[in-house]
């Protein structure tokens, strides 16, 4: 069955430090994957998908095939990087997108 | 550009009770999706509406009804609420539903039923 697991409820990091959020999957198929990210008091909103092969705020993330993974990276931390991220797969045979049930991120300063 | 509006931004209700959430775009986008969410759990799809005049049920649509009034408007309701209901609801919509086809989110609806 098609899943995304995002291993880390909360992560909790100093501001400069690197971040990566986990997330892997389970899909039989060929795999499109996004991250989404929800600010305070913000809707949630994409951040980056993985088909774009771009760098947004910073943040990087590479499909992991091998490994079924598709973490989310940043070098350096910054205290805006704090919010909710979730990791979404779509299911290319009725194009929904399978949710994460995310990650907290808190950059300390 | 207000994007996707979802109203109410709050509500209680009392079991067996019925109400109405309504999503509004103007973006004029194609797709529009319900979503709730829980503790703990990522976002799950209720219902969906590929284009104006179509709609189906997602993942967990038991409880639930739907309406694509027109191809702005896209509203979700509860005929007889249960406690299980109680979430936190989001509204969203995209160009289409492709691959790649980004989605817009409302600022979500807190739902507790009593």
Known sequence: ?109 | NAGVTQTPKFQVLKTGQSMTLQCAQDMNHNSMYWYRQDPGMGLRLIYYSASEGTTDKGEVPNGYNVSRLNKREFSLRLESAAPSQTSVYFCASSVETGINAEAFFGQGTRLTVV
């Open chain 1, 1 to 109: 069955a098609q899943r995304v697991t995002q291993p880390e409820k909360l992560l909790s990091v100093f501001k400069g430090a690197p971040v990566e959020l986990k997330c892997n999957y389970s899909y039989s198929g060929s795999p499109e994957l996004f991250w989404y990210v929800q600010y305070s008091r913000q809707r949630l909103q994409l951040l980056l998908r993985h088909i774009s092969r771009e760098s947004i705020k910073g943040f990087t993330a590479d499909l992991n095939k091998g490994e079924t993974s598709f973490h989310l990276k940043k070098p350096f931390a910054q205290e805006e990087d704090s919010a909710m991220y979730y990791c979404a797969l779509r299911d290319d045979s009725n194009y929904q997108l399978i949710w994460g049930a995310g990650t907290k991120l808190i950059i300390k300063p």
